[in-house]
């Protein structure tokens, strides 16, 4: 890939001042000094060192915030991947706070009419003037179709595609710098970490993907009676809004409200898990980003997911590669488990095989005999991650973000119910596993 180079436009050279003041701010002088040669010297003065007081994982959540939507996004996508940075860094970007100010009414409205070329009063027969959420790279207003439906239109920020596409020209071009100037960040290729991490991002702020999804999910469910995928109305929307069924429930997180309903904490915590196993291994297709906030409960403890922009894949060849490993693990089969990842291609050249095997057994004899009850998917997993960066192991994309949304899950669900325990929910499936291979080994 040939990598974007930074302009001589004087809105790159801003933006990237303040992106090294930011960094300076915060205490990032090492990663600023890596690149002063080729760029801090041409932006000399006016960048401001201040002490910083906070943890470094602090700090770093601290830049991406303050450096705006783009980098708050890549960060919300890095809190997905434990596998490419330390699982403190990933569970404080997990923090990352996605509120802004709206932009105005009458610019939100001029986006919808010149989408539908139509004038708003044409299009709905009510539309808040007031949006009901506003983050850093769309807001969202509530509205009334001419049938009387209740609707919700997410509307893209103005020139946000511009802001992100000089925002990644940039990282790019810092990328390619600190992979030459920086030994130890070679090791970790931080140029196609970026490819991956914006390749993500490019797609969760494309509106015609994000309503794609959603019309996926809502076919995989549509006989399920657990769950509830709101509806997209293609007639409605466009390249810079997406209008969506309003979803009136509960945040699966809101305890309290959901004790007033009436509802059943241990029922939705289990819908919860069936609605992530079924998309891993009946679909091969699931919502990469399941946090509490992101689950809405209605009446009957069903479950409706929101937020369709981050979803993961998993081939026919990689749901075999899971269900080896899972079957490995079972089978306390080290052996197999490097197969595995020698057929995946995710251990890198350097690897030392007899410190990866003694990790590997070592890490699975410490759960071996452990009562399911007592098992913490949660732990297990970060555990994993850190087993996988300390020996350089790679996974596909899609394969770490099952893992995560699987942990994640793990969490609500305890959240909701202390007994709960994924590992038991999902035991059918690794029968049905077992059952299939047995069958296929008989043929």
Same mark, same amino acid.
């Given at each position: 890939?040939?990598?974007?180079?930074?302009?001589?436009?004087?809105?790159?050279?801003?933006?990237?001042?303040?992106?090294?003041?930011?960094?300076?701010?915060?205490?990032?002088?090492?990663?600023?000094?890596?690149?002063?040669?080729?760029?801090?010297?041409?932006?000399?003065?006016?960048?401001?060192?201040?002490?910083?007081?906070?943890?470094?994982?602090?700090?770093?959540?601290?830049?991406?915030?303050?450096?705006?939507?783009?980098?708050?996004?890549?960060?919300?996508?890095?809190?997905?991947?434990?596998?490419?940075?330390?699982?403190?860094?990933?569970?404080?970007?997990?923090?990352?706070? &996605?509120?802004?100010?709206?932009?105005?009414?009458?610019?939100?409205?001029?986006?919808?009419?010149?989408?539908?070329?139509?004038?708003?009063?044409?299009?709905?027969?009510?539309?808040?003037?007031?949006?009901?959420?506003?983050?850093?790279?769309?807001?969202?207003?509530?509205?009334?179709?001419?049938?009387?439906?209740?609707?919700?239109?997410?509307?893209?920020?103005?020139?946000?595609?511009?802001?992100?596409?000089?925002?990644? &020209?940039?990282?790019?071009?810092?990328?390619?710098?600190?992979?030459?100037?920086?030994?130890?960040?070679?090791?970790?290729?931080?140029?196609?970490?970026?490819?991956?991490?914006?390749?993500?991002?490019?797609?969760?702020?494309?509106?015609?993907?994000?309503?794609?999804?959603?019309?996926?999910?809502?076919?995989?469910?549509?006989?399920?009676?657990?769950?509830?995928?709101? %509806?997209?109305?293609?007639?409605?929307?466009?390249?810079?809004?997406?209008?969506?069924?309003?979803?009136?429930?509960?945040?699966?997180?809101?305890?309290?409200?959901?004790?007033?309903?009436?509802?059943?904490? %241990?029922?939705?915590?289990?819908?919860?898990?069936?609605?992530?196993?079924?998309?891993?291994?009946?679909?091969?297709?699931?919502?990469? &980003?399941?946090?509490?906030?992101?689950?809405?409960?209605?009446?009957?403890?069903?479950?409706?997911?929101?937020?369709?922009?981050?979803?993961?894949?998993?081939?026919?060849?990689?749901?075999?590669?899971?269900?080896?490993?899972?079957?490995?693990?079972?089978?306390?089969?080290?052996?197999?488990?490097?197969?595995?990842?020698?057929?995946?291609?995710?251990?890198?050249?350097?690897?030392?095989?007899?410190?990866?095997?003694?990790?590997?057994?070592?890490?699975?004899?410490?759960?071996?005999?452990?009562?399911?009850?007592?098992?913490?998917?949660?732990?297990?997993?970060?555990?994993?991650?850190?087993?996988?960066?300390?020996?350089?192991?790679?996974?596909?994309?899609?394969?770490?973000?099952?893992?995560?949304?699987?942990?994640?899950?793990?969490?609500?669900?305890?959240?909701?119910?202390?007994?709960?325990?994924?590992?038991?929910?999902?035991?059918?499936?690794?029968?049905?596993?077992?059952?299939?291979?047995?069958?296929?080994?008989?043929?």
């Amino acid at each position: 890939m040939k990598i974007p180079r930074v302009g001589k436009r004087i809105k790159s050279l801003k933006r990237l001042q303040q992106i090294f003041s930011v960094l300076l701010k915060y205490g990032f002088d090492d990663i600023v000094n890596a690149l002063r040669e080729d760029l801090a010297i041409k932006l000399g003065k006016g960048l401001v060192r201040k002490t910083p007081s906070l943890r470094r994982e602090e700090r770093v959540r601290k830049v991406f915030e303050e450096l705006g939507p783009t980098f708050i996004k890549l960060g919300q996508i890095l809190s997905l991947r434990p596998d490419i940075v330390p699982l403190k860094i990933a569970d404080e970007l997990r923090k990352l706070q &996605d509120e802004v100010p709206p932009f105005s009414s009458g610019e939100a409205i001029k986006i919808v009419e010149e989408e539908i070329g139509k004038e708003v009063h044409e299009i709905f027969s009510y539309f808040s003037m007031e949006p009901m959420a506003a983050a850093s790279i769309a807001q969202v207003h509530r509205a009334k179709t001419f049938s009387g439906e209740e609707v919700v239109v997410k509307i893209k920020r103005p020139n946000i595609e511009k802001m992100i596409a000089l925002d990644l &020209d940039i990282l790019f071009h810092l990328a390619k710098i600190a992979e030459q100037r920086v030994a130890e960040l070679k090791l970790y290729n931080p140029i196609q970490i970026l490819e991956e991490v914006s390749s993500t991002l490019q797609k969760e702020i494309n509106f015609y993907n994000e309503g794609r999804n959603i019309d996926r999910f809502r076919r995989n469910f549509e006989v399920d009676s657990s769950v509830y995928i709101p %509806k997209v109305y293609w007639e409605l929307s466009g390249e810079r809004i997406l209008t969506m069924e309003f979803i009136d429930g509960v945040k699966c997180s809101d305890l309290k409200k959901i004790e007033e309903k009436g509802l059943d904490r %241990k029922k939705i915590a289990y819908n919860g898990a069936q609605l992530i196993l079924k998309q891993v291994f009946d679909h091969g297709f699931f919502h990469a &980003d399941p946090h509490p906030g992101n689950l809405y409960v209605l009446e009957g403890n069903v479950i409706a997911p929101l937020d369709f922009g981050i979803v993961g894949r998993l081939s026919d060849e990689m749901r075999e590669a899971l269900e080896d490993i899972l079957l490995a693990v079972i089978k306390k089969d080290v052996n197999k488990i490097l197969r595995v990842f020698y057929q995946m291609g995710v251990i890198s050249d350097e690897f030392d095989s007899q410190r990866l095997k003694a990790d590997t057994f070592e890490f699975l004899d410490r759960y071996y005999k452990v009562p399911l009850n007592q098992l913490d998917v949660p732990s297990i997993i970060n555990e994993m991650f850190e087993l996988t960066r300390k020996h350089k192991i790679r996974f596909p994309a899609d394969f770490t973000l099952l893992l995560k949304s699987l942990a994640t899950v793990e969490g609500v669900g305890r959240m909701l119910n202390p007994e709960f325990n994924m590992i038991e929910i999902a035991l059918p499936y690794g029968r049905k596993i077992i059952k299939k291979r047995r069958s296929i080994e008989r043929q």
